[in-house]
């Protein structure tokens, strides 16, 4: 009778905690663990992470200071970070710590980084793409909405960084317009006469743009 009595208390507790579990299973309303759930958003948030957007295609350009460049490592989260080129033209990355950037372009310092990473990492492969030139530019003086220094895009011309500064004000004399340049120690003054590239006479002067180089409007 005594084992009868203790196997039914037995059924009995079993039953209630089958009970409990599923009320609290439909209270979470099937929810996962915290944890669980931490772990899947953050995936979730490296999958998701936008594409870079290149300041430059250019495979020539040269990383110069104050560049910004997104780093990649493939499958490698921890290590791949948008990072600034230091005054000094190097950067920081985990395991690698200072590497030289300035004076390389991106695909050199991907092989590079990659040549580093070997120590600690299988076959790492390793994309890097310049998010922002700071380190070249060009500078708009004079009769001009908005003067100023202006990044210098591959290619860019007098025309184009002209109208990067937003155009002319009513005073600006446009047939006098001129690019003060530094060259072999000397500056000399490169003619762009607004008009005459504008009806196709001058196109010569619309000349592809240096670093370092200003362009005048009187």
Do not use: C
Not at 82 to 105: C, F, M, Y
Not at 128 to 142: D, E, K, L, W
């Amino acid at each position: 009778m005594h084992r009868t009595i203790v196997f039914v208390v037995a059924i009995l507790l079993a039953n209630a905690g089958i009970t409990q579990a599923a009320q609290q299973e439909k209270k979470d309303g099937g929810k996962e663990p915290a944890a669980t759930s931490a772990r899947n958003t953050s995936a979730a948030a490296t999958d998701n992470k936008p594409a870079a957007v290149p300041a430059t295609t250019d495979p020539a350009y040269v990383i110069g200071a104050q560049d910004v460049l997104d780093i990649n490592v493939w499958k490698e989260p921890d290590v791949s970070r948008t990072v600034p080129v230091r005054p000094d033209g190097r950067i920081s990355l985990p395991l690698v710590n200072d590497v030289q950037a300035a004076g390389l372009t991106p695909e050199q310092l991907a092989a590079t980084v990659a040549e580093r990473l070997r120590k600690y990492l299988n076959e790492p492969q390793v994309t890097i793409i310049v998010t922002a030139i700071n380190s070249q530019r060009v500078f708009v003086a004079g009769e001009v909405l908005r003067a100023g220094a202006y990044p210098l895009i591959p290619g860019m011309t007098v025309l184009q960084a002209l109208t990067s500064a937003g155009g002319f004000t009513p005073f600006a004399d446009r047939k006098k317009i001129h690019v003060m340049r530094l060259r072999d120690g000397k500056q000399i003054e490169l003619p762009f006469n607004y008009r005459g590239v504008l009806k196709g006479d001058n196109s010569d002067q619309n000349i592809k743009l240096e670093p370092g180089d200003t362009v005048v409007v009187p």
